[in-house]
């Protein structure tokens, strides 16, 4: 048998076998695709991600919208020219229960809490006078937000006269800051290189600003 005469075997990504949950190789990759993407997906962008012939994807699509149909909470849906996943209308009620008891237990940090929540951050265990002796201002009530918040802790009773609490920062003070610990802060001398300038001397804040919304950070209860 000549050479060309031999079957040659199909490229990789033509390969179609089966997932174990009964979906095509290609149809579990445009999923995955569709699941990531920001915008609908058009068939052109498709078929360059995934070289495969327009036939091909076609069988592919009509697979994936077949399998989420049956009963799924995603479903694939046409639109504006392209493809994109989107939650079963079915479920609408469920989803506006969620997003109602998601959005309660949204709060907003203000710039006099996330500069709180700095200075105990770099000072910690720290008192509230001491904190305050920073900020300038009475700070009981931000520091009361944060311990609600879960962002700072009571660290104990300082020795001393009159034994003030202690406060110290918490675990989800590290995931709200996308820190794994409190070591991997900037030093100050980092801060300055910065332009934001050490913590221990911050700018005494606006008393009608206290409780502006800080615009970048937003936490859930």
Do not use: C
């Amino acid at each position: 048998m000549s050479k060309s005469s031999q079957s040659q075997p199909e490229p990789e990504h033509l390969e179609q076998p089966e997932t174990p949950q009964g979906l095509s190789v290609l149809a579990a990759q445009i999923e995955a695709v569709l699941f990531v993407a920001t915008s609908p997906v058009t068939e052109a962008e498709l078929r360059e991600v995934f070289g495969v012939p327009a036939s091909m994807l076609s069988v592919a699509l009509k697979e994936l919208e077949e399998h989420l149909s049956a009963g799924h909470g995603l479903v694939l849906k046409a639109l504006a020219g392209g493809w994109a996943l989107e939650t079963n209308p079915h479920f609408a009620e469920v989803l506006s229960r969620f997003r109602d008891t998601a959005q309660k237990g949204h709060v907003r940090l203000s710039r006099a809490a996330v500069e709180t929540a700095a200075i105990i951050a770099y000072n910690q265990p720290v008192t509230r006078g001491e904190v305050e002796d920073l900020r300038g201002v009475r700070s009981d009530g931000v520091i009361e937000r944060l311990l609600s918040y879960g962002l700072v802790r009571l660290a104990g009773r300082k020795k001393g006269s009159g034994s003030p609490l202690l406060y110290r920062t918490t675990p989800r003070f590290l995931e709200l800051f996308g820190l794994n610990a409190i070591a991997d802060l900037p030093s100050l001398e980092e801060l300055g290189e910065l332009g934001e300038g050490p913590v221990a001397q911050l700018p005494e804040p606006d008393m009608d600003r206290e409780n502006e919304p800080y615009p970048e950070e937003d936490i859930s209860e």
